[in-house]
Nanobody, 123 residues
Framework: QVQLVSSGGGLVQAGESLRLSCAASGRAFSSYTMGWFRQAPGKEREFVAAISWSGGSTYYVDSVKGRFTISRDNGKNTVYLQMNSLKPEDTAVYYC????????????????WGQGTQVTVSS
């Protein structure tokens, strides 16, 4: 069992940056692939990024490549999403998830979810 608590969202202007954090409690955090998803009003939950248990492999949706960076600190049981050059279309509730799969870009592949943190980017 893993409990996830995400934080770091807020209201920023286009071009600015935010760093989201997702703190995990429970067992064997370092054995999970971690992912970030986002959901805008009226839309499905969308894959943003994922990172392997070791941090050695990362994956991104094309729309955030070069702007977002996912990382993890297994010593602190925390995964991060550094978001630079934010755009209004990045506005959404961002969720972190944990999966025992080696890789997951679909929400149903994830076993545990954080509560979500709102990111709003104004133009």
């Amino acid at each position: 069992q893993v409990q996830l608590v995400s934080s770091g969202g807020g209201l920023v202007q286009a071009g600015e940056s935010l760093r989201l954090s997702c703190a995990a409690s429970g067992r064997a955090f370092s054995s999970y692939t971690m992912g970030w998803f986002r959901q805008a009003p009226g839309k499905e939950r969308e894959f943003v990024a994922a990172i392997s248990w070791s941090g050695g492999s990362t994956y991104y949706v094309d729309s955030v490549k070069g702007r977002f960076t996912i990382s993890r600190d297994n010593g602190k049981n925390t995964v991060y999403l550094q978001m630079n050059s934010l755009k209004p279309e990045d506005t959404a509730v961002y969720y972190c998830g944990a999966t025992t799969n080696k890789y997951g870009s679909r929400w149903f592949q994830y076993d545990y979810w954080g509560q979500g943190t709102q990111v709003t980017v104004s133009s």
